[in-house]
């Protein structure tokens, strides 16, 4: 499949190394690429704000800074109020953002060290600091941020906010809180995912006219995908009867955890799976059945169980008790042997930390929270969430499965690939959401999706439909149940006769 730039995360490396011999090669220099970069940024400023007349631009030392002094020539010419401070006034800059800076000046701007501006803004545009930030920020960049998050005046970013790491998306030490931002030639891994993601607000991308040039130099790092991006399903023969749509068996729901097993079932009959039946302890039987007669029950039989499925899940309320271990030793043995499709969640992964030589994870998908995959990694959670793209990498590769590594800009990763979510808000971080998670990606499996189709889709078709979920009534007090309508709404749309392969 062709790249796509607006679709393809790129390490900051990848971008300072090839934008300057793919500028070249399209014919643009360095300085047009900054005015595009500065006039790109104020389109968007202004588009999303378009109230917005007194200007405060906060400018660094670096390129960043001549995009940042574009802008502000750009406002001043279209008759806004601009004010720009510069965060340290004694240092000259060089190059290309010398060059902006002195066509603001000639334009009559002035420049200040006065932060106190801030407080009469109508809008900020960041450009302090760029990708190149390894370590905590300093002052006086660090008190310039505080002062323009504390304004909650909207803050429009320069190619990412300043402060985050552009790989990881990790906040260091202190980083802009914008409510938008324009990145550019190629977007940036840690504006996706994790606290990046929290901090870029929202996305807007712009490859300056150097698309064609820069592809041909480098190859993303990983994809971002959302619903309306997933391959349509197949419509359904006429002449088909349950069994033709997958046999899913939910494993999980010990004593006091039945809701948990109870959702993932449910979740896997309303994404279209034929027929569900779960294994659990037998105090949960009546809990998991009363109220969706649909399902079928069981605490006894489970490799007769096994046998009858097309696909497992495991371990929403597994537990990790005596009844847990033996239960997941028997899964697992079972679908390692006869290498039937198997999905991995919540307490069936810290077992599986604790055994995880003993089973090798092809066919399966592992849907970790960081949390579930430091265990696996045997690291801490926020060694997980310092770098999550090495981490579902990592998790991908050692345990030769899929995995999906959740969070805000869920990741999944195979042997060969990395995805990214950029569907999802905050209103599915609520317990029992990745028990859901989990029915949705097994019911795909089921239903014929290879594990790595399932986990895309299902990622995106979970995330989607919290949106629409939070659209109708916030993201406040929503619960996991509330997706089971919206997911079915959404399963019908994908139903067309296109093929699956992507």
Known sequence: MSVVLSQSV?????????????????????????????????????????????????????????????????AKQAGKQVTVIAAISDKPLKGDALSAQQAWLDAGGAITADASVIEQADIII???????????????????????????????????????????????????????????????????????????????????????????????????????????????????????????????????????????????????????????HSSSILPVSIGRPELMVTDTNLISALEWATCIAIGPGLGQDTWSETTFEAVMQYCFTNNKPLVIDADALNLMAQHASSFPLANTVITPHPGEAARLLNCRASDIEENRFHAVKQLARSYTTTCVLKGAGSLIADNNQTWVCTDGNPALAVGGSGDVLTGIIAALIAQGLTPQQAACLGVTLHAKAGDIAAEREGERGMLPSDLFAVVRKLIKELASSADLSR
Request: glycine share 12%; aromatic share 6%; charged share 15%.
């Open 126 to 280: 960041d450009g302090l600091l760029g990708t190149g930030i390894q370590s905590a920020v300093r002052e006086p960049f660090s008190t310039l941020i505080k002062a323009a998050n504390v304004s909650q005046v909207p803050i429009v970013a320069i190619d990412l906010p300043s402060g985050i790491h552009a790989d990881t998306g990790v906040v260091q030490g202190v980083a802009i809180k914008a409510a938008l931002t324009v990145t550019f030639v190629g977007i940036k891994q840690g504006l996706v995912t994790g606290q990046g993601r929290a901090h870029a607000g929202t996305l807007e991308f712009n490859d300056l006219g150097i698309e064609d040039a820069f592809l041909k130099q480098t190859s993303p790092t990983a994809e971002l995908i959302n619903y309306q991006s997933q391959a349509r399903l197949p419509e359904r023969d006429n002449n088909s009867h349950k069994t033709s749509h997958g046999k899913l068996l939910c494993v999980g729901g010990n004593a006091g955890t039945a809701g948990a097993i109870r959702l993932t079932a449910e979740a896997a009959l309303r994404t279209g799976a034929g027929m569900v039946k779960v294994y659990t």
């Open 10 to 74: 790129f390490l900051a490396e990848q971008v300072r190394d090839h934008e300057g011999p793919a500028a070249k090669r399209s014919g643009v220099t360095l300085y047009e690429l900054m005015e595009r970069a500065g006039l790109a940024t104020y389109q968007q400023a202004i588009s999303y704000f378009p109230k917005a007349s007194t200007f405060v631009v906060l400018a660094g030392v670096g390129n960043n800074a001549g995009d940042g002094y574009v802008v502000a020539r750009l």
